[in-house]
């Protein structure tokens, strides 16, 4: 059985893994092919001398994407709005967060992330994947959502093997996103799990490898012999942004010029999560008013803002002259989306290309890949890079709360990136001897940076971007940078991106250290709620008004009557009891202990009292209960759990909380005093040896006993 | 003061990452150097036509070298003996090894491994660096080795701390072992701690990243302008076994042989495992007797064997004629002892090279850069492959357990790159038509796959092979090769390298999961030991009869007497009770409490209990207590831990397992089944709003009743 579950266990990962990667290469064909063919319609325009047509070709292509987007997200799937992450990390802590591991969330969150990515937001669909991925590894481990189960995966109806599930699909959502395996892995395990355990990282790696595999496969297709089989798509990118001719190694000295890039991105990354939380304040206070139409204004406002902006200040630039030495065509030559040098309003008779147009007037992939290049020096003039910054920037603070799928890793990539490069067009000046400062590796140093103080990651963002360029000569350099971001974004006191969003809804998130006050709060002073606990033999009619008055999820339950001695027999969960209400089958007439009632629990099974997720606990707000019914009695022995965390009143809330933290505990129950000891358990008792002569003592005295 | 301990730390991380880099940095020189020597002579010798004679100074060199380590370390630290990973994983686990982090025995395994690995055993001085670092960590933390800290790192002294030293001491160990810094994080991840926080994964990230600079800065010393400032260290390599024109993508059907590669590394590296633990059994039995003088000769056995096999061996192959378009120089051109294609007793008059000396007779760093180079095809023989895989695995099983610091990593690389390249060749010679296979590649698929047969890791491995080799292309195939390995091994049934190491060494080490039986005993039958207790204030000579009839290491105490109310007050532990009696300050004449017992404890400091690690428990068997002493009082109550957690005596012991484990805990109370329910907490309890609004309410209920 033991086998049978584990090999189930590892057929899901690879399940999850193949869908996974079919979903995103589906995604990015489809965002490929929509922004190919929006570019090569909005240039064709241009070059026949027809910009405003041009113009109003590429903002309506926009408009129209982002607001169908958002009109589906917010009436189909609110939950699939906002990259998700900070949902799939609660759930990961163990907050059930309603709505999202929803076939339509899924959906939508797919969908959407096409609309909102090839309509030329300022946002990714990375983000976005890794919810999906997410929501996939539930959907998968459940059998489908909680309403429709399908019945044959009963054994991995449990919080345990579900939120396994969901590490591997946010895993699996990072590797198909960016093609990096190791780095989905190390993010599932730095930024969105709470807890850590082997066994899971086995699953999670075996999941992102698959999804490697299937991806390259897929890819494939669109590289073969007759080209065009992907329309836009073209050949893809295997690193996605490889790096091929990057800086190799550094002087003492540039050790300055790259710790500042650390400085700036702890900096700018805390501004941004700022300027975003004050932003989502603002829209929760203003914008959420005007329903549904408020959220599409604004979706509409945004794309139309993101279409002016990039597409006339690169209007506004002049044209450079190609570098005589360019080891790429420049400028590129047919109007597809890929390249670099992009010819945007260059009608000299020399070959020319607009610089800003090629960062600004591209997809964000190509962007980043332009801003990554190596042995191309002064490609981007000063100004043009300042320019970008700060617009797009701005653009991305405004663009992540919109109502549709929007992601934050490629936004920061290249955000990062372009101050990163700018930095290093300084550097490369002021030692212009040394050929060996290559602007692009700059970048990379910059977008490490960014993602670093934003979100505060440090392991997952080097692998990540280590397997994005495939660039291992500066990683140690990287790996300073990145901690410096993280230091300097956690000095400035402003949290990081997911657990601000965390905070901006309010969910009961444990955070990994103790706050400091608790270490003089005990346990009994903390416990809000006054306990309240049912008989063994429980009145019907007392239940429902229990559970009808309090949103307690667990209550003890206490054997013995008042003048005997008693005791507590363990807890029972809210969720069982509605079940055992609902269902009527084990009232009992007589408020007695019988053996009917054990015969009863026989027909139920573990799976009928299943916890749903993501959608409401069934209530028991419809029930109605005839008074009859509610005279009778409940005998809850059967179903309570006896095996329970407890701790004394008197203890440290410090170390209440480490317990709820490292157990993921919902509820604890906090006892009197203990008046003596029975025994002491050391490690030696936990031994294999120590434990079959511990059964064999038992059986020995149960045959005693017996004979 | 919590931001002067933060940065105390990062600053201790920091001067970890330095030392550790500069000690690897010696024993590379060191190694390295005796070697090129040796090397260098052998050859010479034996291009003047005198085999015996090379033969002879070849052995003596290794002799000598292996005696000379035998000698210092069973002399001198013999817990510098082996790798030191199993040891140290133990120490993560929560169980304290005698003598692991000593000053001698970080002197030992750092001269000791210079010794091995020059000497030419089949072992690697990587395993070693692992425990070098951790010592480091240890020695740093607390100010040296327990009985002569130094005073000012009191703050440090305490588990979590020195835990956290050690683990990023390990992972510094891995990054300057093998210039991987993200795989060293992860080797500490995966392999050598038991739980995971990301404050940790911080600490360890910065100390790899200052090794990889230092490391780099060290290594830029030797690859200076003039030449040879390093003697036979050369230009260091850097990444250490890069990889440069290796296969870029894979056929569908080179599935096949790739999982196959798997299969093939699962069985070998268990296999490797169960000799090992036969082997360490069988020394155990018959060796030990002889004393150290059997361990000489068991390494001097080892290092003649050794000799023997990797000269006389070469010397029977005949030559190969050099491959026309050869990228290297064949056969190489002088008797340093790095590059390809090794002269060795070729005498004939077109350029020739021994297949089998080039991997054989070579150091191992050397032989596995020749086995993964790439566009090399059928440099070497099937029937050389076959020949050293055999020989090698079989010296390297001899020399694992000799009493010297031995390394696992470079010896399994070793091996499976050599049967991988023989499954290339094959692959190779099935499909001629492909130039794209290449057997470099299935070199490194094969030493990731023994990696994961033998240790079980799997991130880990691929990260630091990808950090080895700087080739990223066959990521998911290595990936996929290295679980199929890790699952084949479980499958036999024979434990990872390090956990059978543990088990022979009867370490009361918990593994991740709970035993089966668990989950059908109670906490109270599982608890071996009464529990002894002491009230409150106890008699001076009974608390030394029961500290020395027992092995316990931590005693309740009760307060109340047996007619009133009794409960327990705490936990106490037996290093804080050997301190008390043996410092008899705190000794009163009367069985009361008394305010003079408080005044009294405040003499005392938090260091001064601070358990030792690595030494002996300062016991009490020396301690005389005169009769009127042992009449005297001591007042409990000052020093004991109120906080403690507890279960109830009828918990499963599976819940208990996961307690220990998940908290590191040493030992637990069982108390019994409680009568009440006081509170619950939940989640919303813990949250920093509610936090302070409990805060609130104890202040004015405190000033109510002060008023």
């Known amino acids: 059985d033991h086998i049978f579950k584990s090999g189930a266990k590892w057929t899901m990962c690879f399940a999850l893994g193949v869908i996974t990667a079919a979903a995103a290469f589906a995604v990015n064909l489809g965002v490929e092919n929509i922004s190919g063919f929006k570019f090569w319609a909005t240039l064709t325009l241009?070059?026949?001398?027809?910009?405003?047509?041009?113009?109003?070709?590429?903002?309506?292509?926009?408009?129209?994407?982002?607001?169908v987007s958002v009109y589906v997200t917010v009436n189909y799937a609110p939950a699939a709005a906002g990259s998700g992450i900070a949902e799939v990390k609660s759930y990961l802590n163990g907050i059930d967060v309603p709505g999202i591991f929803l076939w339509n969330t899924l959906l939508v969150k797919l969908l959407g992330s096409v609309g909102a990515v090839a309509g030329g937001l300022a946002v990714g669909k990375e983000g976005p994947f890794v919810h999906a991925g997410a929501c996939l590894g539930a959907l998968i481990s459940q059998g489908g959502s909680s309403s429709n189960h399908f019945p044959w995966f009963k054994r991995f109806w449990n919080d345990r093997d579900r939120a396994d599930m969901v590490a591997c699909g946010a895993a699996a959502g990072v590797a198909a996103a960016f093609r990096a395996p190791v780095g989905g892995v190390l993010f599932a395990l730095e930024e969105m799990t709470s807890w850590f355990r082997n066994q899971l990282l086995w699953y999670a790696f075996f999941t992102t490898a698959v999804v490697s595999v299937a991806v390259r496969t897929l890819m494939r297709i669109c590289s073969n012999d007759k080209t065009?089989?992907?329309?836009?798509?073209?050949?893809?990118?295997?690193?996605?942004?490889?790096?091929?001719?990057?800086?190799e190694n550094f002087e003492f000295l540039e050790l300055l010029p790259m710790l500042l890039l650390g400085v700036i991105g702890g900096l700018l990354g805390s501004c941004f999560n700022h300027l975003n939380a004050l932003l989502a304040g603002w829209r929760k206070q203003r914008l959420l008013k005007y329903g549904p139409r408020g959220r599409l204004w604004e979706g509409l406002a945004a794309a139309l803002l993101t279409s002016t902006v990039s597409f006339l200040l690169p209007m506004m630039v002049a044209c450079q002259p190609c570098p005589p030495d360019a080891g790429e065509d420049c400028p590129r030559t047919d109007n597809s989306h890929s390249g670099n040098f992009v010819s945007f309003n260059c009608y000299g008779a020399r070959p020319a290309y607009n610089d800003l147009a090629t960062i600004f007037f591209n997809t964000q992939d190509d962007a980043i890949r332009n801003l990554f290049s190596s042995q191309t020096k002064n490609e981007y003039g000063v100004s043009t890079l300042l320019t970008f910054v700060v617009m797009f920037f701005f653009l991305a603070v405004v663009s992540y709360g919109v109502a549709i799928p929007t992601g934050l890793f490629v936004p920061s990539i290249l955000c990062g990136a372009a101050y990163g490069r700018l930095v290093g067009v300084f550097v490369a000046d002021m030692r212009p001897g040394t050929h060996s400062i290559d602007e692009g590796t700059y970048a990379l140093l910059g977008a490490a940076s960014f993602l670093g103080g934003c979100m505060r990651m440090t392991v997952a963002t080097c692998v990540m971007l280590l397997e994005l360029t495939s660039n291992l000569a500066l990683l140690p350099m990287m790996m300073l940078v990145t901690l410096v971001a993280k230091a300097v974004g956690d000095g400035t006191g402003v949290k990081p991106i997911y657990e601000s969003l965390i905070d901006l809804k309010q969910l009961p998130y444990l955070e990994p250290h103790?706050?400091?006050l608790m270490c003089h709060i005990t346990a009994v002073e903390a416990a809000g709620q006054p306990a309240v606990t049912f008989s063994r033999v429980e009145r019907v009619g007392r239940i429902l008004e229990v559970l009808r008055s309090t949103a307690h999820n667990g209550f003890a339950v206490i054997s013995g009557s008042a003048d005997c001695e008693q005791h507590i027999m363990g807890i029972v969960l809210r969720s069982q009891l509605v079940v055992l209400l609902r269902t009527r089958r084990c009232f009992q007439p007589t408020p007695f202990?019988?053996?009917?009632a054990g015969r009863v629990a026989f027909s139920?099974?573990?799976?009928?009292?299943?916890r749903p997720i993501s959608e409401a606990q069934p209530g028991i707000g419809s029930l109605q209960l005839s008074e009859q019914e509610a005279a009778m009695f409940l005998d809850l022995g059967p179903y309570v759990n006896p095996s329970y965390y407890v701790v004394q009143e008197d203890t440290s809330l410090a170390k209440v909380y480490t317990l709820f933290r490292s157990l993921g505990l919902r509820h604890l129950a906090v006892i009197p005093r203990a008046s003596s000891v029975v025994g002491v358990i050391t490690r030696h008792d936990l031994l294999g040896s120590s434990l079959e002569a511990t059964c064999l003592e038992q059986l020995t005295l149960g045959a005693g006993a017996a004979g």
């Open 604 to 610: 139920y099974q573990q799976s009928d009292f299943v």
């Open 514 to 516: 103790p706050h400091s």
């Open 228 to 247: 065009g089989s992907c329309g836009f798509f073209g050949a893809g990118g295997f690193p996605l942004y490889e790096i091929t001719e990057g800086q």
């Open 593 to 596: 202990v019988s053996e009917v």
């Open 46 to 67: 241009l070059e026949r001398g027809q910009p405003v047509a041009s113009f109003l070709v590429y903002a309506l292509v926009n408009c129209v994407l982002i607001g």
